[in-house]
């Protein structure tokens, strides 16, 4: 496919490294973006290997139809990663799976492509959504929530210290002339921002918390974790790389609260552990980051963390 903007995949070897491929296993990438991630996935799948993608954006899918049409051990669906388990139900697949790969956040042609509405560097329409034919576009939302709330969005998604003051801002602004473009909306959430950060965009924060609510992130994360697990077969791998702390929170806590299993809330009497209260993730080493080579090559992997666990019943 000719596209005008690419992705570099971040963490390529180390995420199908940790998925500890079995050549005729069964894959879901969960966030197939351009299909880095997946394409190294099918060199170390054999002839009856699966590999299930997944992806909400229309370009992704434009490009995984095309993997799609010279792999036959390929797939791709374009839904939310939170209902893979449904969708794998469907195929008959549900916890038949070896491995699953989120690799969360948006990719570069997302942000680098104006017309899509995420970049507060480039101009573009007020969009943001993976999916434009899902949910509401950025205008109309910055055109119709109160001020309160889109100051809850912008300080809980995007950690904004100045979120209250930023939202009166725009608000403020809205009533004179609505917004359509991204670079209208930057210049005014930058104005209102006292305390630039060196090397960020003033509006960097508020955006971030603005994508996240439009495209339901955290939530999607949460339920597409759970979903994940019960995808997997035993043994099956499950590996995600965050962009940012409120993601990698909730895989974090995630991962410890199904690797410390429930035995420690046992009565201590109990002679036995009754099999329930077993872990059900194990954690799999350290968080893994990208290194000098890959930073140099690929700035935007600076942020990444990968977190792998395996499960065990
Ligand atoms: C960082 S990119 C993935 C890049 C991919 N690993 C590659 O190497 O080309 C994230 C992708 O996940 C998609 N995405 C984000 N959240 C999603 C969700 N809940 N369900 C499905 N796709 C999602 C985005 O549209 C984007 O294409």
């Known amino acids: 496919m000719s596209e005008q903007f690419s992705h570099i995949t971040v963490l390529l070897d180390e995420a199908v490294n940790a998925l500890a491929m079995r050549p005729a296993g069964c894959y879901v990438d969960g966030t197939f973006g351009r299909g880095g991630h997946s394409r190294l996935i099918l060199k170390q799948l054999d002839e009856s290997g699966r590999l299930l993608g997944f992806d909400k954006d229309p370009l ?31 195929r008959q697949l549900l916890t038949a799976v070896d491995g699953v790969l989120l690799d969360l956040g948006v990719s570069s042609p997302q942000l680098d492509d104006a017309e899509r509405g995420f970049s507060f560097m480039h101009d573009g329409p007020l969009d943001m959504r993976m999916n434009p034919a899902e949910g509401i576009s ?24 100045f979120a209250k003051r930023m939202a009166n801002a725009v608000v403020a602004r809205r009533q004179l002339q609505p917004f359509t473009r991204t670079a209208d909306l930057a210049a005014v959430l930058t104005e209102a921002n006292p305390a630039w950060e060196k090397g960020k965009n003033p509006a960097t924060r508020a955006f ?79 968080p893994q980051y990208a290194g000098a080579d890959e930073l140099k090559a690929n700035p935007r992997a600076r942020s990444a963390v990968m977190r792998v666990a395996e499960k065990l019943r």
């Not at 001020?147 to 995007?158: C, L, T």
């Not at 939530?219 to 759970?226: I, M």
């Open 60 to 90: 992704a899918i434009a490009t995984g139809l095309e993997l799609q049409q010279q792999d036959p051990r390929f797939s791709i669906v374009q839904r939310s990663f939170a209902e893979m388990d449904a969708e794998l139900q469907q």
């Open 138 to 161: 950025a205008a109309q939302w910055v055109a119709e929530v109160s001020a309160e709330e889109m100051a809850r969005v912008f300080k809980e998604y995007g950690e904004e210290r």
């Open 208 to 286: 971030q918390g603005m994508r996240i609510h439009l495209n339901n992130e955290l939530a999607d994360l949460e339920q597409g974790l759970e979903a994940a697990l019960a995808s997997l077969k035993v043994g099956g791998r499950l590996v995600v790389i965050s962009f940012h702390s409120l993601e990698d929170r909730i895989v974090k806590q995630f991962m410890r609260r199904l690797a410390k299993g429930e035995a420690d809330q046992m009565p201590r009497h109990l002679p036995i552990i009754p099999e329930k209260f077993d872990p059900i993730l194990k954690v799999i080493g350290k």
